[in-house]
């Protein structure tokens, strides 16, 4: 068996789904960063100016933002 090259993670704002994004499975957790932050669906959830005060990625399963 050959191992996936791309996963889908879903990403949840402050414990509720808001969306999911296939990336590569080797990618580093702050290009991760970088492009779920700048999803449309992920940004009108993030109020402007608010300060995020958990970023959590549990590797192949998830993406949690929890913004204060």
Do not use: C, H, W, Y
């Not at 080797?26 to 991760?32: A, G, N």
């Not at 492009?35 to 300060?51: D, M, S, T, W, Y």
């Amino acid at each position: 068996m050959a191992a996936e090259d791309v996963i889908t993670l879903p990403i949840q704002v402050n414990g509720k789904m808001r969306g999911q994004i296939d990336v590569a499975v080797d990618i580093s957790e702050e290009e991760l960063r970088e492009r779920v932050l700048n999803l449309e669906n992920v940004k009108k959830f993030i109020p402007e100016g608010a300060q995020l005060r958990r970023f959590i990625v549990v590797p192949g399963r998830i993406v949690n933002i929890v913004v204060g």
